[in-house]
């Protein structure tokens, strides 16, 4: 089969793995905006393919068979491209995102919101020393309701924007234990994330539990209409394998 993942999470590298290994031709398409990505095994591509037309172009141009969608739970534009692109080239598309963390016990406690700007007016109601832990795309929505919090922001990649004087910034990749995270959440008061799921980054919230931090967290959007999503490598690499022809 002739599988392109669209990658840049664990599950597609996961799931790149497991399809070399069947003997597929994979390329994982990385759209490159992290300046050092861990890498899938196969070909990999980088950058975009210019939205919903050249997508389709390149579909058709390169005979694309299935593709898997394994885009970060937060990647909208990137999984509606996708969507639309396969139904015009007519190639069968799957979504692979790993479960989010509403079923934790504590997630009913959570102040759940919609987007990154109500998450900054309500975290500027909770604290005075919030951790923020959204990425670097989205931290300009917060400088304005927080700019005057002693921030601590916590990204991969530097910031494209400047940050205000009182905050901190931290640049590390996870995945991060209970240890470290205790150490950097030892002075915050609220700690800001988004339902990313996965382990790689859940410590934060047992720290949070354990400390009584209260947590805001963005709610994932709803996936394209119609297109079927699984929620681990395995039962991915099933679906690849009912679409080869008999």
Known sequence: M?????????????????LVEDGDSVVT???????RPRLPVGDVRVGGFGGVQGLTEHLRAERVQVV???????????SANAAAACRAAGVPLLRLERPGWSGRPEAADWHWVDDHD?????TATLGRRPFLTIGRQSLHRFVGPLRDHACVVRVVDPPEIELPGAWTLLQSRGPYTLEHEREVMADVDVL?????????????LDVARALGVPVVIVRRAAGPEGVTAVGDAGDARAWVR?????
Not at 29 to 35: C, I, K, N, P
């Open 2 to 18: 002739k599988v392109l993942v669209l990658g840049g999470t664990r599950e597609a590298r996961d799931l790149a793995g497991r």
């Open 29 to 35: 398409s990385l759209a490159g905006r992290v300046a």
């Open 68 to 78: 898997v969608d394994a885009t970060h739970p937060f990647a909208e534009g990137i």
């Open 118 to 122: 109500e998450a900054a007016r309500v």
């Open 192 to 204: 800001v994330t988004k339902d990313s799921g996965g382990d790689h980054t859940e410590a934060k």
């Open 242 to 246: 009912a679409q080869a022809p008999r």
